[in-house]
């Protein structure tokens, strides 16, 4: 059963940074997706990045290509989302997802993609 458990989250001025983690288990995911999802009170649940387990690529939404970065660690298992330059529109529940024989050039959508994490707050302050 996989498993992903995201940590990192907080409370932070606007114009700061935080990282979060997502840790995976429970599979081997090299054919994996790995995708990075938040949802603000009252709104849906909206792509914000994705990485490629196998070879890297990685995919940004509009709203936060230039400030945020995503990154793995192969041998930890561990998805990572780089936050800079945050503001307040990015206050949201962050959730980590997988999706089995995905790739970050044709899922992107909430739906597509098979386990989720329990999800980590982030707030931002103006």
């Known amino acids: 059963q996989v498993q992903l458990v995201e940590s990192g989250g907080g409370l932070v001025q606007a114009g700061g940074s935080l990282r979060l983690s997502c840790a995976a288990s429970?599979?081997?995911?090299?054919?994996?997706?790995m995708g990075w999802f938040r949802q603000a009170p009252g709104k849906e649940r909206e792509f914000v990045a994705a990485i490629n387990w196998s070879g890297g690529d990685t995919y940004y939404a509009d709203s936060v290509k230039g400030r945020f970065t995503i990154s793995k660690d192969n041998a930890k298992n561990t998805v990572f989302l780089q936050m800079n330059s945050l503001l307040p529109e990015d206050t949201a529940v962050y959730y980590c997802a997988a999706k089995t024989y995905g790739s970050v050039f044709r899922n992107r959508q909430a739906y597509e993609y098979n386990y989720w994490g329990q999800g980590t707050q982030v707030t931002v302050s103006s």
């Open positions: 429970g599979r081997t995911f090299s054919s994996y997706v």
